[in-house]
DNA sequence: CCACCGTCAAGAGCGGTGCTCTCTTTTCCT
DNA sequence: AGGAAAAGAGAGCACCGCTCTTGACGGTGG
């Protein structure tokens, strides 16, 4: 009974894993803002109005390109931090570093979708809260890690915060990374930042031609922001 | 004899910074995506084919308001710079950062048109590379008025960057931010892309809900993403 | 076995877009 | 004053997202 059912909805799922297969190629070729459901109906045969018996509308489409976006993102982090010594904690906080870059050269389109602007009119629904912080969690993990092996230097004097932000840094990320001191979120949280906004210029050549290779740079980059989250080499 | 000509020129230029500052209002209220010369003409009572005896393509329109928004942005850094106390480098700098951050949160749409995922098939022409680096030429400023002034920490030996690295960062960057070790300069770029990180993460809500207020949380990352970079306060 | 009913593709159509072309009107210069 | 240059108006092209209706197909209950 299922089975013959199911026949139909087998068909059903075919047919929209195709068309989220078409939509992210003509998403990787044209951008955003060139994907287009009647080009995906065009090269699917179909007409365009038999798009919308799968998605009903644009913004689904491109709701669920962005799901999958953030989960082949986060997928990649965490294979590159599942594949560096879990204590050495220098190498996987650059492991991180550089799956996200290397996932966004790889994928500007997508990237672009995922961290630039807002598409117009379109509102991020809720299913997307879950993948979007898959890297944000590996982050977290290795900061947890690091504090529970005493890997993570403490905060300096000099630069201590105000307690009250501190507290409420561990408040609002002591879910993804427990037990690491507020000083210590906040750097961390300028790390992550400062990887993004690199990531954001490299893709959306801010930085055209102003380095022969930026791999080097972004490289050295990691290493200082690495020293100023304060991880610590393993013993 | 001009007089005659700028008659029909003035009204030329009026309508352009007419339909430049139309463009610009559908631009905040709806986003880049949204601006539509049709909308612009019917705005003015204009047909929308006279728009292209002024603009010649949308991209066009486009172009103007990335230059005056590159200008926009430039200018308020300026000015936030001039009004700090030129031997206080720490402050210079945290000056500079809350200028960009509060133009960007009053203007996000013209923000993410500047910093955000490229227009689709839209190639920024030459014209906008003066203007888009008017804010890079103040921070600059800073670094090499602070190395003059002895006030730039030196690159810790822990961290030093490959030679090769640094005398390149020194060649590309050398012009705007002269005198200035390449070390430095690598430090800086870490803090730079940073603090376009944040703003990026705040402007198109990424952030949304993590903190109460963001404002003290940016204040507090620009101090350490300062202290990194290596100011000291004046003697 | 078959009639039924839900699912789906197809087509036409609406209002919108950027842009081009032609034609007329206005304005300026000689 | 007359001719050239510039500007506006209008129609039209190809595209877009999206909606509605129509007809065909196919699994299912009687």
Same mark, same amino acid.
């Given at each position: 009974? +299922?089975?013959s059912r199911t026949a /139909?909805? /087998?068909?059903?799922?075919?047919l929209t894993r195709e068309i989220v297969e078409i939509a992210r190629r003509q998403l990787a070729t044209e951008g955003a803002g060139g994907l287009s459901l009647r080009a995906v109906a065009r090269e699917m045969g179909m007409v365009s109005s038999a798009i919308y018996r799968y998605f009903p509308s /644009?913004?689904?489409?491109l709701t669920t390109l962005i799901i999958d976006g953030y989960n082949a993102l986060g997928e990649a982090v965490e294979r590159a931090d599942?594949? +560096?010594?879990?204590?050495? %904690?220098?190498? #996987?906080w650059a492991a991180v570093c550089?799956?996200?870059r290397d996932w966004a050269l790889a994928h500007p389109h997508e990237y672009a979708l995922l961290y630039g602007s807002p598409v117009p009119g379109y509102q991020a629904p809720q299913d997307t809260i879950g993948p979007r912080v898959r890297d944000l969690v590996v982050f977290g993990g290795i900061l947890s890690d690091a504090q529970r092996a005493g890997a993570l230097a403490p905060a300096s004097a000099a630069l201590d915060a105000d307690p009250a932000l501190a507290s409420e840094a561990e408040a609002s990320l002591g879910e993804l990374m427990p037990e690491v001191p507020g000083d210590v979120l906040l750097r961390a949280l300028s790390a992550w930042t400062s990887l993004y906004g690199w990531v954001n210029f490299e893709v959306f050549g801010q930085l055209q031609g102003a380095f022969q290779d930026n791999g080097?740079? %972004?490289g050295h980059s990691v290493r200082v922001l690495g020293a100023m989250i304060g991880f610590? #080499?393993?013993a």
């Open positions: 009974m +299922t089975a /139909r909805e /087998r068909v059903r799922a075919e /644009r913004d689904d489409l599942a594949a +560096t010594p879990p204590d050495d %904690f220098p190498a #996987r550089h799956a996200v080097p740079v %972004f610590t #080499r393993p």
